[in-house]
């Protein structure tokens, strides 16, 4: 889990819970020497939640000239590391 919690913002023990719902939801799975596996059901809701995301991205920047809009996601990405 230690491998898992270095690529986030979460504590070991922030990102142990985060892995135990996500198992006890059925979107990942453990084997016997606790390597994270991503069920069908998990891939589903990943391209699920990608495509909302999508959707926000297109109709909160659809007024912004392309540029614009790139500047303002790497505003938001910045605010959000900070923040984290």
Do not use: N
């Not at 023990?13 to 006890?24: F, H, I, R, T």
């Not at 589903?44 to 495509?51: I, N």
């Not at 926000?56 to 996601?73: G, K, N, Q, V, Y």
Request: charged share 35%.
């Amino acid at each position: 889990m230690k491998a898992a919690s270095s690529m986030s913002y979460l504590s070991d023990l922030a990102a142990e819970d985060a892995l135990q719902s996500l198992v006890g939801k059925g979107f990942l799975t453990l084997d016997a020497e606790r390597r994270i596996f991503v069920t069908e059901d998990g891939k589903d809701k990943s391209r699920r939640v990608m495509a909302s995301m999508t959707r926000l991205d297109a109709r909160f920047l659809r007024d912004l000239p392309p540029d614009r809009a790139t500047e303002l996601r790497r505003i938001l990405v910045g605010i959000i590391d900070a923040r984290l």
